[in-house]
């Protein structure tokens, strides 16, 4: 039993009111150990449903496997005083919506705005973007002239397509397969927006939505770096290239979010993503819900085809009507659950579900900022993203390898500083790099990644040796984290950022399968609410909320039925 | 006439990116330093921030009378103050209207100095009677004021110069930095943790000097007066002229305020009962007892909301312009009845809110109080959702401890 105590996380940021930090003792009894809900897994999704659940005055249980929760958005200190942001390293996608109604600026959200994004050319060359819109005309002017007033139309055009997507991520998908007459009433309402959408804009998304992200940029631009910066963002995640189906969706996916409203633009948050699901967990927890850390679950606990609880791999068993599991769609309905207990069309579809995780994440604590020999002595070109990607077949290139079944030698990294934008994550002077690396697919031909993750490690490093000279210098420790290592450690099935690929027949009401996008699941009281489910990946918050909605929709309904 | 040039000029100059400069008290200020206010402002609030105060004016009060002078000017006690203390301090006419505000130092038994927005040395000066043992002295020009402000700053500046880290919230007292003997208190106009530092207008660039090689690596940077007005606004800190107007000037008086109907009561506990003859006094007595104020001044928050589903009503995408409005909008109750207006406007990217200061009926200055905002949405008035809150809307806890 000692291994489910309740332990008080550390808070990397500052202390919050609110915030219980005396260990529990150990429930023992049935009675104590029954709860109106439990969340299985305490990763953002997992604490965003709870917090809801929790507000709605259930009592509300969040199972954590780790010591620390966050899932795969947490911040370690690794070396003393450099915090690692381990895997997922920026937010943008987070609704706003959520941070109003839980409260969250109260427990410390704090986005931190990210002014530039820098993007190096093999020439020496570089692309550097700021918060000044006129001045970002002239940089890119400088690259193409066509190509100032192309970024504005591009701006103009995505932003369209933008404002038309975004209800889909505050609302359910709705289920294509259902005679209930309130999923038709949604779908009607959909097709009803569809239509009142100008043809442009109608047809923009569709080329977005089905085709690839190099062909849409190059209806607009020349310049090879612009593109390349915007080709290269629009695979994150994702086995596809630029110039593959499917990345066009990508784009338009990871622009869905905001910073202080402004579209598509990401942010740093204070103490890392960490610090920002630490935020998240004070909220949970202020809002009444327990959080049990080092409480792996092994199975949920099914009576009569509905769930009844949750046992813990120690066979400690908690008890609830309502289980929710945080976790991907192969853990949720092939792990958690006997999957002959499930509809064979479900069962079949998970199967078929795509993971094929090809994101690794080299993270760098360094002794002082790199140089970037055409900026010397210069360092507000590192407030931001640093996109390694020089150019679209670069990007292509790496991806070549993936295909067949092998790691980029020159990767596409996407990279970030973030002691330059948060002093407080790296010791005065010193400073933490996390460098999203792509193409490392999960399965290698020939070998695997407890023998390449040191190889992994030198050739990001050699790459980045390439356009900082004297990078190597700076180096005082380096992490590599596999796609095997995001596995293990984040618990994401072969290491898929997103919790299975954002591809178009996995999303919105297919995501995780054909009529099971409703965060229900087929076992009465058994709900999903991971990245899995509608609308997807990425620190967005949304899956948590929706399924806390349909949860709570659910239980209103059978208490009017009783 | 080329306009003045402050003592850190030299240096503010090589930093100012933008080339942009305002006129402040007919100085040349920075706008901002860098494309992006916004970023100045993250730097205040999450590491520190530079910001050059020597515009403004600056009065030294000295000689066996003048607690006793200043006493009778300031609306606020200044007896209390003992050698080290500072305080917020105001003035202001016979009939309790608000004249300025501005920050006294005592430095000795018999030494003051105390900050202005405005010239006062005449108004100051005309007050001396005969048997006042006070001089007053215009000291502005030979004294250079810089702040940093910010969660780092104490640790910053205690490495300079350790007697900084013992200093209380509104303490100052001597130190040594760039070689220099300077004055630093732990006063700003950002709400957050932070100091100025007085130096002397010759040794300015060698404390700019020290302080900037101090602070290297630690995310500080310089920030203009658009960042220094957002930080003021979540502060709740009121800005002649955009807040209030001296009352020495203004035409009438719907432009006049008293400190109470400012929120500033805070700073007059004793009227009601002082034998201390000061200019206002009664007026302020008179209007404490019957309750005559007109309004109070009070924070309002925007319904985030409604802020989106007016936005998104009219096809806009919402947008979250975080640059200070300083100029008034004017707030109504359900019916579309006036009930006062905002002074100052904002959407505060810390607290993630539309933010206002605000001036409202005296029966809806409690936090909590619903109204509703005039704004132009899609070019045409719409009335947004908004609560009353108080002031100040940020208010760490690293300011006073």
Known sequence: ?562 | MPIRRTPFHERTAALNETGLWSHWSGHLAVERYQLSEKAEYVSVRNAAGLFDVSPLFKYWFSGRGAERFLAGVMARDPRGLRPGEAHYALWCDDRGFLIEDGVLLRHSEQEFVLTAAEPNLAYFEDLVGPRDRVVIEDVSPEWAVLALQGPRSRGLLTGLDERIGRLAYFGHGPATIGGHEVNVSRTGFTGDLGYEIWCRAEGALDVWDAVWAATRGNGVVPFGLQALYMTRIEAGLLLLDVDFANSRFAWTDADRATPIELGLGWALRDVPTTDRAFIGRDALRGKMRDGSSRFRTTGIVVDRTDWRRHHDAAGLVPEFDHRAVHGEQYLYDDAGEQLGYVTSFMYSPVLQQHIGIARVPVSLAAPGNRLFLEYPVSHRYVHLAATTARLPHFNPQRKTA
């Open chain 1, 1 to 562: 039993m000692a291994k489910n105590k309740t332990v008080a996380t550390a808070n990397p940021t500052k202390p919050t009111a609110g915030q219980p930090v005396a260990s529990k003792p150990a429930k023992s009894t049935k009675e104590d150990r029954t709860y109106d809900a439990i969340v299985v897994g305490g990763g953002h999704n997992g604490l965003v449903n709870a917090a809801y659940l929790a507000k709605a005055g259930l009592r509300t249980l969040v199972l954590e496997r780790r010591h620390i929760v966050g899932g795969a958005a947490i911040t370690e200190e690794l070396r003393p005083g450099f915090s690692f942001t381990t895997f997922s390293y920026a937010l943008s996608l987070f609704r706003p919506d959520i941070v109003a109604e839980l409260d969250l600026v109260r427990h410390g959200f704090m986005p931190l705005l990210m002014p530039s994004t820098f993007c190096p050319m093999e020439n020496g060359d570089y692309l550097l973007l700021g918060p000044d819109h006129g001045a970002n005309l002239q940089e890119i002017a400088r690259h193409s002239r066509r190509d100032a007033d192309a970024y504005n139309r591009f701006e103009h055009d995505l932003g369209k397509v933008l404002q038309a997507f975004k209800p889909l991520m505050d609302n359910p998908a709705p289920n294509l397969f259902s005679d209930d007459p309130d999923e038709t009433l949604a779908l009607a309402e959909l097709a009803g927006r569809v239509k009142a959408l100008p043809k442009d804009v109608l047809h923009n998304a569709l080329r977005l939505l089905t085709g690839s992200a190099a062909d849409f940029l190059d209806d607009y631009f020349e310049s090879e770096i612009l593109k390349a910066f915007m080709a290269s963002s629009a695979t994150v995640g994702t086995k596809v290239g630029p110039r593959s189906a499917g990345s066009g969706l990508v784009l338009l996916f990871l622009s869905l979010g905001e910073h202080d409203g402004a579209m598509g633009t990401w942010s740093f948050h204070k103490g890392g993503n960490g610090g920002f699901t630490q935020v998240l967990a004070r909220a949970a927890r202020t809002l009444g819900a327990d959080i049990r850390l080092e409480a792996p679950v092994s199975s949920v606990i099914t009576s009569g085809g509905r769930a009844t609880g949750v046992a813990l791999e120690d066979g400690t068993e908690f008890y609830a009507p309502v289980v929710v599991s945080s976790l991907d769609p192969r853990r949720t309905f092939t792990e958690l659950v006997d999957p002959r207990e499930l509809p064979t069309d479900l069962v079949d579809a998970i199967r078929r579900y795509r993971f094929q995780g090809v994101s690794s994440k080299v993270n760098f604590a360094l002794s002082g900022l790199p140089q970037y020999p055409a900026l010397p002595g210069r360092d507000d070109h590192y407030r931001g993203f640093v996109n390694i990607a020089p150019s679209v077949d670069y990007v292509e290139r790496a991806f070549d390898e993936a295909k067949y079944g092998w790691y980029s030698t020159r990767p596409y990294l996407d990279t970030c500083i973030q002691s330059v934008v948060d002093p407080d994550m790296a010791p005065p002077g010193q400073h933490v790099m996390s460098c999203f690396t792509q193409y490392t697919p999960y399965e290698l031909r020939g070998s695997d990644w407890d023998a390449e993750r040191d190889h992994l490690g030198a050739n990001v490093q050699a790459t980045l040796e390439s356009f900082f000279p004297g990078f190597g210098d700076l180096v005082l420790q380096r992490e590599v984290v596999t796609p095997l290592d995001i596995e293990r450690v984040a618990g994401l099935s072969e290491g898929n950022i997103y919790h299975g690929e954002l591809f178009l027949p996995q999303l919105f009401s297919f995501r995780p399968a054909p009529g099971y996008a409703d965060h229900r699941t087929p076992i009465e009281g058994y709900y999903q609410c991971g990245s899995g489910t509608h609308p997807g990946g990425c620190v967005t918050g949304a899956p948590g909320k929706l399924a806390a909605q349909r949860i709570l929709g659910d239980r209103a309904r059978a208490r009017r039925d009783v």
